[in-house]
């Protein structure tokens, strides 16, 4: 899929803006040119310094805490999440909570983190199917389960999103080189880097092909 490199300079804002793919998101947009929002429960906790970014406190369980920084910007990434095998409402409930708070604000567009592993990719190997299916989606089903939750609250929404779902995720850098799928299981997809994760993001904040779409992205 063709990239749109090139965008004119957006004001985005993130949340999760301090884990793995919401800061390599921060580091790049800013590095692309765009105006960025941070929000964060602990505003603290980013030691980023730049003239184009704005670090704001905030919570997605607390719809009331976002509205005012959704207001006029452009685009929004949700890099929220953290592994859990307890139960959680993280995904599903703050990802509600933003659709409301991007309703108040009249933002529309914006880009989820999912992930692969919430299904079993029929184009892996025998072992790899099994070991998604049997070691994997039972350590982390109640993250997966509240994923799945999230997914279908986002796509009966009335926003432009886009769902990324990313495999196993690597602290390794920025390669631009990568594959991508729309709507359907990527070949093999084993693993990515969060960098290059939010590579694809910032380069597509303008592509149209995406929205309404999943995504799947690995090398």
């Known amino acids: ?32 040119g765009h105006q960025v929002t941070a929000i964060l429960r602990s505003p603290e906790k980013l ?15 607390n ?3 976002l509205t005012e920084h959704f207001m006029q910007k452009d685009t929004l990434i949700s890099a929220i ?4 095998f307890k139960r959680t409402t993280l995904y599903s409930q703050g990802s509600k909570n933003v659709i409301y708070a991007m ?6 567009r914006a880009f989820f983190i999912s992930a692969s592993g919430i299904e079993v990719n029929p184009t892996h190997s025998l072992l790899i199917r099994l070991a998604t299916r049997f070691i994997l989606q039972a350590m982390l089903r109640n993250m997966y389960a509240d994923q799945v939750v999230m ?14 779902r990313p495999p196993k995720l690597l602290n ?17 997809g084993i693993s990515i880097s969060r960098a ?6 910032v380069s597509n904040l303008i592509n149209k092909a995406i929205v309404r779409k999943t995504v799947e992205i690995a090398y």
């Open 1 to 32: 899929m063709e990239q749109i490199e090139k965008s004119v300079r957006q004001r985005i804002v993130v949340l999760g803006a301090n884990g793995g793919i919401g800061r390599q998101v921060v580091l790049q947009a800013l590095a692309a």
């Open 47 to 61: 030691a980023i310094a730049d003239q184009h970014l704005e670090i704001v406190k905030g919570d997605v369980m």
């Open 63 to 65: 719809p009331g805490s």
């Open 81 to 84: 999440g953290r592994n859990s």
């Open 103 to 108: 309703q108040e604000s009249g933002l529309k």
């Open 151 to 164: 997914e279908s609250l986002i796509k009966s929404s009335f926003i432009d999103w886009t769902i990324i």
């Open 172 to 188: 390794k850098p920025k390669t631009g080189n990568y594959r991508v799928s729309l709507n359907t299981f990527l070949d093999n």
């Open 196 to 201: 290059d994760v939010a590579h694809f993001i």
